[in-house]
């Protein structure tokens, strides 16, 4: 298996710009997490859905970040607009059964930086 | 809220000396897991606890899970500089989300 796929893993833009993060899980798993990581605040959950439909998207810090899965694998983390606190890694994750109770795989992740 | 804590946060081991990081949850955990991640790489799951009191070992790892089930720790025996990096626990949040602690990052004098 390929293990959880995200792209771009770097990503540059200007404040402002709008900013698709892409992930494809492991197939099978039917648990899909966003995660972000800063040296400040550790690693966060933004948001994480079941059978792609969105289940707990309390850790999404505000409008301007939103997420889809249309399907069982793919899913997009859109910043729109971008502002530079946004600079982070994000990762995403995916997981055989839901949430907590089971071993989550983790993508190589996206290291974005906001000028 | 629930909170997963863990000590310390930073620690740095001269080659072949013994490691050990915990973690404490203010309430009761149905499960702890423990996670791996090397400098700029991304976090991979080492193990979970499940049962009041279990140790598990791998290697020079040993991972315990208290009886109370609200902490845990990871011990390492004889550091090798292939175990740098950062040691996170997870548990469980209201039952479906996974909490991190804030991890330990683990670096080793050769």
């Known amino acids: 298996d390929a293990g959880v796929i995200q792209s771009p893993r770097h990503e540059v833009t200007e404040m402002g710009q709008e900013v698709t993060l892409r992930c494809k899980p492991i197939?099978?798993?039917?648990?899909l997490f966003w995660y972000r990581q800063t040296m400040m605040r550790g690693l966060e959950l933004l948001i994480y859905f079941n059978n792609n439909v969105p289940i707990d998207d309390s850790g999404m810090p505000e409008d301007r970040f939103s997420a889809k899965m249309p399907n069982a694998s793919f899913s997009t983390l859109k910043i729109q607009p971008s502002e530079p606190r946004d600079s982070a890694v994000y990762f995403c994750a995916s997981s055989f059964g839901q949430g907590g109770s089971y071993e989550q795989y983790f993508g190589p992740g996206t290291r974005l930086t906001v000028t | 809220g629930q909170q997963v804590m863990q000590i310390p946060q930073y620690q740095h081991v001269q080659e072949g000396e013994d490691f050990t990081t915990y973690c404490n949850s203010s309430?009761?955990?149905?499960?702890i897991q423990w996670y791996k991640q090397r400098p700029g790489g991304h976090p991979v799951f080492l193990i979970q606890?499940?049962?009041?009191?279990e140790v598990k070992k791998q290697k020079r790892l040993t991972f315990q899970f208290g009886e109370a089930k609200k902490n845990s720790s990871l011990h390492i025996t004889a550091t090798q500089t292939t175990d740098v990096g950062t040691y996170f626990c997870?548990?469980?949040?209201?039952?479906?989300?996974?909490?991190f602690g804030a991890g330990t990052i683990l670096r080793v004098k050769s």
């Open positions: 309430t009761t955990l149905s499960n």
């Open positions: 197939s099978g798993h039917n648990s």
């Open positions: 997870a548990g469980p949040r209201y039952g479906n989300k996974l909490v």
């Open positions: 606890l499940v049962k009041s009191g």
